[in-house]
T-cell receptor
Framework: EAQVTQNPRYLITVTGKKLTVTCSQNMNHEYMSWYRQDPGLGLRQIYYSMNVEVTDKGDVPEGYKVSRKEKRNFPLILESPSPNQTSLYFC?????????????FGNGTRLTVT | QKEVEQNSGPLSVPEGAIASLNCTYSDRGSQSFFWYRQYSGKSPELIMSIYSNGDKEDGRFTAQLNKASQYVSLLIRDSQPSDSATYLCAVTRAGNNRLAFGKGNQVVVIP
């Protein structure tokens, strides 16, 4: 089954404790992206990657890191999480055919930073 | 002006009626337009994409695009309780890597 898999689904952590949210897709998509979704603010892009070893900032990259060492994986790293990073996070992927390809979303990761 | 703007406030419609959602965008160079449906606590799922002016129908859903007026709309005919969700409008430029989302419209279908 074609899918984007995120782990974990739920994560509660404390301020300053480094964490990684994993994302993997099995559709051979070149493009992958991370979004956060907050009430009243909608979906905002954190980082995206056009292909292996190619990453770029989205709208809200501060406090986050990403890497793209393999085509299928695009982990999101919070080196020192803070409470304002409490949010619902989505990984998504699509073919890199310009902007016409729709995004496929993972099931989301609900992160709480205390 | 916000990049992608959707009407605020939940939309309540009786079962069987037509739900109408509107979305305006600011970038005249926008080329691809999408409607996603998101159930509470779930991930967005694509329900419609439209790239040229006019109407596009898929089952009970119709997307309408008017590039001159910079709006895209979604009609849901014969609304069902299962259509109760938040609908996200998303817009991108051709060859652009960034998909801009509106904040969404909540639809509540009343049995």
């Amino acid at each position: 089954e074609a899918q984007v898999t995120q782990n974990p689904r739920y994560l509660i952590t404390v301020t300053g404790k480094k964490l990684t949210v994993t994302c993997s897709q099995n559709m051979n998509h070149e493009y992958m992206s991370w979004y956060r979704q907050d009430p009243g603010l909608g979906l905002r892009q954190i980082y995206y990657s056009m292909n292996v070893e190619v990453t770029d900032k989205g709208d809200v990259p501060e406090g986050y890191k990403v890497s793209r060492k393999e085509k299928r994986n695009f982990p999101l790293i919070l080196e020192s999480p803070s409470p304002n990073q409490t949010s619902l996070y989505f990984c998504a992927s699509r073919l890199a055919t310009g902007g016409n390809s729709p995004l496929h979303f993972g099931n989301g990761t609900r992160l709480t930073v205390t | 002006q916000k990049e992608v703007e959707q009407n605020s406030g939940p939309l309540s419609v009786p079962e069987g009626a037509i739900a109408s959602l509107n979305c305006t965008y600011s970038d005249r160079g926008s080329q691809s337009f999408f409607w996603y449906r998101q159930y509470s606590g779930k991930s967005p799922e694509l329900i419609m994409s439209i790239y040229s002016n006019g109407d596009k129908e898929d089952g009970r859903f119709t997307a309408q695009l008017n590039k001159a007026s910079q709006y895209v709309s979604l009609l849901i005919r014969d609304s069902q309780p299962s259509d109760s969700a938040t609908y996200l409008c998303a817009v991108t430029r051709a060859g652009n890597n960034r998909l801009a989302f509106g904040k969404g419209n909540q639809v509540v279908v009343i049995p």
